[in-house]
């Protein structure tokens, strides 16, 4: 795994009313990660979010529903390159800290509508949106070696 990157099996509790997955404890976040917002995201089928990344930004992701492709690039100066996928979702619930520099994309590979819950550390657009948005996004870029 690369540096940085923190990734922990989250418990599903079911029971005949349904199910709960807790979205994240204080006590149980890496150290120094301290979420300043959290948001759900529903991504259709077939259907990728990204490949980008952040300068100072580290994303928390919560994958818990659906099934999920989560791709990881190593692209900060000074570490090997290195790329790897995550299986993650309702057959796994994952809980994926993702660090400054480390391109990130995730794709729906299920046949539904599916959530994922982000709790980054830092305010999108800062505070009062008055900020630049903390993203270079490499989607659009045709020649991109980031591609899903």
């Known amino acids: 795994m690369m540096k940085g990157v923190v990734v922990k099996s989250v418990p599903r509790y079911e029971d005949a009313r349904g199910w709960l997955v ?16 959290g948001y759900l995201s529903v991504t259709k089928p077939g259907v990728a979010r990204g490949p980008h990344e952040h300068h100072d930004q580290t994303d928390g992701f919560l994958f ?14 000074g570490e090997p390159e290195s790329y790897e996928i995550l ?3 309702r057959e796994n619930p994952t809980f994926v800290t993702v660090p400054p520099g480390v ?20 305010l999108y657009a800062g505070w009062d949106r008055k900020e630049e948005v903390d993203e270079i996004r490499h989607e659009n870029d045709p020649d991109s070696r980031f591609k899903l």
Do not use: I, T
């Not at 818990?64 to 100066?77: K, M």
């Open 22 to 37: 807790e979205l994240f404890r204080v006590d149980s976040l890496p150290e120094g990660f301290s979420p300043a917002m």
């Open 64 to 77: 818990f529903d659906g099934a999920y492709e989560l791709h990881l690039w190593e692209n900060r100066e």
């Open 87 to 89: 299986k993650v979702g």
């Open 103 to 122: 391109v990130h994309a995730y794709r729906n590979v299920g046949d539904q509508d599916a959530m994922v819950v982000n709790v980054p550390d830092r």
